[in-house]
């Protein structure tokens, strides 16, 4: 009770002070970005300026476009591009996940391994991975399974065991699995290691550790990257078109060698991928949000945006928020 009557006199002499009450009744105003609206509005004339010229441009040849859009080799070239990037993503991300586990692990001859592996697969271009596999007649004619260093069971014509399809799957795979492995090894060394020291003294399995507490953990540190990953593997797949892979680039070259309709026929394929990326971004997006929920921030609406910034152009229909004493 005493604390409250000494504290009486200092607030009422505060709010005597003329300077202390014209602070404690300021307004506050929202900062005014005129930089963004510039910048905004530059980028929008630009934007329509570039539809203007895709319209009105008579060699972009949009009515062929529409005819060999819904094609029927360009449905099948779409297919197998759809599914050389989905197997090639689980089989790649599962090796890459054995191959971080194996980097992190404390056997050396394990972790020497994996550094090699990914170190090797990554200085060489993916093309010439695939021309490698396409062309592993050349090196080994026959593969074979038996004994190491002793007879042979089972016996196969490596010319006729890697079609063009199998090897362009074996050579993504690889090439996946190294850049996943460092995607998953970043992932697991975000997590704190009291976590896992946690769990240890809990007497859990390193096996569950990892599935239960330290990959959930990582996710979010995983997903934007592999989402990444995804995305480029899925246009990395035209390269399979150099050694007659009829994915989605392929059956538009087969097409415009025929009919000389070059750009029409790569804007067909540009417009698939396009399609087939901003699903997959999507995708992302929401997997992002699922991994990340507790830590984001409630996103800024729109009109709330515009509202804020009003009085850079002038004071009618801002809002303010007033704060009295």
Sequence with gaps: MTADLSAAPQCASLSSEPHDAELLSAKLVTARKPGQWVSSAVVLVLAAMLVHTLI??????????????????????LGLTLWLTAAVMVCGFTLGIVLAVMRLSSNPILSTLSAGYVWLIRSIPPLVQLLFWYELASLYPQLSLGIPFGPEFVTADTAHLFSGVLAAFVALTIDVAAFAAEIVRGGILSVDRGQTEAAEALGLSRYRIFRRIILPQAMPAIVPASGNLLIGLLKATSIVSVIAVQDLLYSTQLIYQQNYLILPLLLVATIWYVIVTSVLSIGQYFVERHYSRGNRRPPQRFWTTVRENLPLFGRIGSRRIVVTA
């Design 56 to 77: 009105t441009n008579p060699r972009f040849q949009w009515d062929v476009v529409g005819h060999y859009f819904l094609h029927g080799s360009i449905l099948r070239g």
